[in-house]
């Protein structure tokens, strides 16, 4: 059970005692959007990023999950990827392979990777066709309000600047409205080129989830969850809203430890 559970402006705050314990209850949340996904539309397209994240997944490998969950209908992507060689101890796509989609019965074809051969422009580019061509085919639904994907699930992982995805603090692709996946060459995170979901993509999910563990990020979860003021710096965790669909953190307690008001129960 959380902590502690509450809705603050339309974010549903899940915070754990534990990594531990958020490990059980992403892969439960994760299970069950799957599930709702592929009755409703047949198939489940995901959003993965990169970090801790991959590992925060891990229980998705055990059972029950390992077992239930009807990975032949998922297809996965990436929220944003580190423009290096697939086999590169950078790479998203190697980072998730390793720790997940090589555990699981995920169909190869529904691995929709970046083309690693090309630029950080061409790779964006590539990607945000590949997903037009799945939109047109109905793979990924789309969003009634503004015509972008409609992503069954978006994860992120959240930078103790606030990133999320590979949006940074004060970078320019924060205001990129028009395109739905674009690229940087200066990621302040190594290494420097990157694709990235941009923000309209975000927040037409049906679900986001933010991860976030540890208490590195706790002053950034603070001014991205809490009522801060005008005058504090946004962050880009702060700036994934309003939702189409729904937007949930799972937070340890280090993470949660300097929100406001969040008192947990014995
Ligand atoms: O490629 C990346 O670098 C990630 O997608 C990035 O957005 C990550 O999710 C955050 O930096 C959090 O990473 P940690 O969870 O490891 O702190």
């Known amino acids: 059970m959380a902590l502690y559970r509450d809705k603050k402006d339309g974010k549903d705050l899940r915070i ?28 489940f397209t995901v959003a993965l990023s990169g970090g801790s994240l991959i590992n925060l997944m891990g229980k998705l ?8 969950v009807d990975w032949v209908k998922w297809h996965i992507f990436w929220a944003d990827e580190r423009v290096v060689a697939k086999s590169h101890a950078d790479s998203n796509y190697k980072l998730a392979k390793d ?23 061409q790779a964006a580019e590539d990607y945000e066709f ?12 789309v969003s009634e309000i503004n015509d972008c994907p409609k992503f069954d699930l978006v994860l992120l992982g959240m930078g103790p600047d606030g990133h999320v995805a590979s949006l940074f603090p004060n970078h320019p692709v924060l205001n990129e409205k028009s395109q739905w996946v674009t690229f940087i060459t200066d990621s302040p995170k190594s290494p420097p ?19 976030v563990t540890g208490g590195s990020k706790a002053e950034a979860a603070h001014l991205a969850i809490d009522e801060v003021g005008p005058n504090c710096q946004e962050v880009p965790a ?5 939702m189409e669909g729904s937007l949930v953190w799972f937070m340890d307690i280090a993470a949660a430890s300097k929100l406001e008001g969040v008192k947990f129960s014995e």
């Open 238 to 242: 702060r700036m994934v809203g309003p």
């Open 16 to 43: 754990y005692e534990n990594a531990d314990e958020l490990r059980g209850h992403l892969a439960e949340y994760i299970a069950e959007i799957s599930e709702a996904s592929i009755k409703e539309r047949g198939v």
């Open 61 to 68: 490998c055990e059972a029950p999950y390992n077992k239930t």
């Open 130 to 141: 590949l997903i037009r061509q799945l939109v047109k085919t109905r793979v990924i639904s």
């Open 99 to 121: 720790g997940l989609l090589s555990k699981v019965p995920i169909v190869h074809s529904h691995v929709h990777s970046i083309n690693d051969t090309v630029t950080a422009e």
């Open 193 to 211: 080129e990157r694709i990235t979901f941009t923000f309209p993509v975000i927040y037409s999910a049906s679900n986001v989830a933010i991860v």
